[in-house]
T-cell receptor, first 115, second 116 residues
């Protein structure tokens, strides 16, 4: 069965600090997709990134970077030089080849960036 | 703006009542997903429709039902409401569906249901 764990429930950092959000997943499939979504205080969920199981290259997009490691079943998300606007709940999610119809979300990590 | 429209944005009702939540997917998207977000359960997958057909069910109660119409909008019906049904209900759409759904989900702003 697929499962996504985000052990960090809440994180607080001071503006300009770097912060890493952890995501550990479980799946029996060899083909799967991992996602990160952001939910700002306004409530709407916003897609950030998709990564397939065959692409372990790390990705950087501006201040955001993602580290995918199949050996540890982790897909961690780092925000560099955090800003107040980064304050949100961040969700890691997984969909498997055998059940693409389902996208399963982790419990989320609430990030507060303090000015 | 994701392009996914959900109505109503807020709804307050009483236990035992029935409500209908409506979702219009992004133009051209064939898949509609429904999720329930509550404080204790997080984001729970309820059901997925692709081009009018039910494709997958998650933790959806028997008191809940959904359908997707020929114009691709979807409705989530919640009946015999209980206090614990109070939650934020999200609809999401994606162009793909079924075995080829590898794309990201585009979420609406959600419908906040409060059951008193």
């Amino acid at each position: 069965a697929q499962k996504v764990t985000q052990a960090q429930t809440e994180i607080s950092v001071v503006e300009k600090e770097d912060v890493t959000l952890d995501c550990v997943y479980e799946t029996r499939d060899t083909t799967y997709y991992l996602f990160w979504y952001k939910q700002p205080p306004s409530g709407e969920l916003v897609f950030l990134i998709r990564r397939n199981s065959f692409d372990e290259q790390n990705e950087i997009s501006g201040r955001y970077s993602w580290n995918f490691q199949k050996s540890t079943s982790s897909f961690n998300f780092t925000i560099t030089a955090s800003q107040v606007v980064d304050s949100a709940v961040y969700f890691c999610a997984l969909s498997e080849e055998t059940s693409y119809d389902k996208v399963i979300f982790g419990p989320g990590t609430s990030l507060s960036v303090i000015p | 703006d994701s392009g996914v429209t959900q109505t109503p944005k807020h709804l307050i009702t009483a236990t035992g009542q029935r409500v209908t939540l409506r979702c219009s997917p992004r133009s051209g998207d064939l898949s509609v997903y429904w999720y329930q977000q509550s404080l204790d359960q997080g984001l729970q997958f309820l059901i997925h429709y692709y081009n009018g057909e039910e494709r997958a069910k998650g933790n959806i109660l028997e008191r809940f039902s959904a359908q997707q119409f020929p114009d691709l909008h979807s409705e989530l019906n919640l009946s015999s409401l209980e206090l614990g049904d109070s939650a934020l209900y999200f609809c999401a759409s994606t162009p793909r569906g079924g075995e080829k759904n590898t794309g990201e989900l585009f979420f609406g702003e959600g419908s906040r249901l409060t059951v008193l």
